[in-house]
């Protein structure tokens, strides 16, 4: 069965370092997404990204993230600066129509 | 109001027994609703769609009621593996915009 994977599965950085968060969606769904939670809390939606661009954001999704479909392949997330709050579990998913198929995680932490 | 809300349980239920959640949303135009489940530490896997109609798949019932905006899953003859966090997930502005409810906790012991 086809699935989301992304890498790296742990990532550490150090406060104020950008971080790049990597993502192979299955490869014929149209639609992607970046999805965080928080330890203990719930998943908090990010953003959507459809035909080349995103379709909706989050008022979570400042000007420190962005996402790029670099190839026909990856869908990468990108924080610029990062913040003690935003160690998370993120969460890479993709989907044809709706009801998204989600990988397994990067755990991101910010020293 | 929030914009999907949950029980967060928990739930300890005996195994065999039958246990429903419910889970409200507050856009009313809301077209498209799931359920997920979550283990712990790992990600949310899909495990139904929510139809009008309401739907069944084995031990899983999901219904939907748009007059009073909630959703709900039925499961009977639980067992130990339905131990899990179940997430109501709405599609609200059907752009797959999709929001998650907070987690209802379930447990089923022996």
């Known amino acids: 069965e086809p699935e989301v994977t992304q890498t790296p599965s742990h990532q550490v950085t150090q406060m104020g370092q950008e971080v790049i968060l990597r993502c192979v969606p299955i490869s014929n769904h149209l639609y992607f997404y970046w999805y965080r939670q928080i330890l203990g809390q719930k998943v908090e939606f990010l953003v959507s990204?459809?035909?080349?661009?995103?379709?909706?954001k989050s008022e979570i999704f400042d000007d420190q993230f962005s996402v790029e479909r670099p190839d026909g392949s990856n869908f990468t997330l990108k924080i610029r600066s990062t913040k003690l709050e935003d160690s998370a579990m993120y969460f890479c998913?993709?989907?044809?129509?709706?009801?998204?198929?989600f990988g397994a995680g990067t755990r991101l932490s910010v020293l | 109001r929030k914009e999907v809300e949950q029980d967060p349980g928990p739930f300890n239920v005996p195994e065999g027994a039958t246990v429903a959640f419910n889970c409200t949303y507050s856009?009313?135009?809301?077209?498209?609703f799931f359920w997920y489940r979550q283990d712990c530490r790992k990600e949310p896997k899909l495990l139904m769609s929510?139809?009008?109609s309401g739907n069944e798949d084995g031990r899983f019932t999901a219904q939907l009621n748009r007059a009073s905006q909630y959703i709900s899953l039925l499961i009977r003859d639980s067992k130990l593996s339905d131990s899990a966090t179940y997430l109501c997930?709405?599609?609200?502005?059907?752009?797959?915009?999709?929001?998650f409810g907070a987690g209802t906790r379930l447990t089923v012991k022996p």
């Open positions: 998913a993709s989907s044809f129509q709706a009801a998204g198929s």
């Open positions: 929510v139809y009008s």
């Open positions: 856009n009313s135009a809301s077209q498209s």
């Open positions: 990204f459809y035909n080349n661009e995103i379709s909706e």
């Open positions: 997930v709405v599609d609200q502005y059907n752009n797959n915009d999709m929001r």
